[in-house]
């Protein structure tokens, strides 16, 4: 089964940086895009960042352009996200996931591992 598990959330202060990482299993993880989302309660989940397959091209919301840089190490099967020049709204739990077609290839609703939390306070 396909496993998502998210880490280096934490505390910082408006300005600071942290590195999220993602390490996936259960499927081939070097044919798939992966992608960064985020969540506050109350709202779905939105896209943060996307990778291609090889990593060669990345794509972010409008709200962290120039600020995060999503990556991938397919020998390691794990997609990383460097969030710099953090803000409090940046605060929100962030989840790593493949791109939709994985799961519709599979017939399944897709699965979200525990996320990790990021809160940007002073």
């Known amino acids: 089964q396909v496993q998502l598990v998210e880490s280096g959330g934490g505390v910082v202060q408006p300005g600071g940086s942290l590195r999220l990482s993602c390490e996936a299993s259960?499927?081939?993880?070097?044919?798939?895009?992966m992608k960064w989302y985020l969540q506050v309660p109350g709202r779905e989940r939105e896209l943060v960042a996307a990778?291609?397959?090889?990593?060669?091209?990345?794509d972010y919301a409008d709200s962290v352009k120039g600020r995060f840089t999503i990556s991938r190490d397919n020998n390691k099967n794990m997609v990383y996200l460097q969030m710099n020049s953090l803000k409090p709204e940046d605060t929100a739990v962030y989840y790593c996931?493949?791109?939709?077609?994985?799961?519709?290839?599979?017939?399944?609703?897709?699965?979200w591992g525990q996320g990790t939390q990021v809160t940007v306070s002073s």
């Open positions: 990778i291609t397959s090889a990593g060669s091209r990345t």
């Open positions: 996931n493949a791109e939709e077609v994985l799961w519709q290839l599979k017939r399944e609703v897709a699965s």
């Open positions: 259960g499927f081939t993880f070097g044919f798939y895009a």
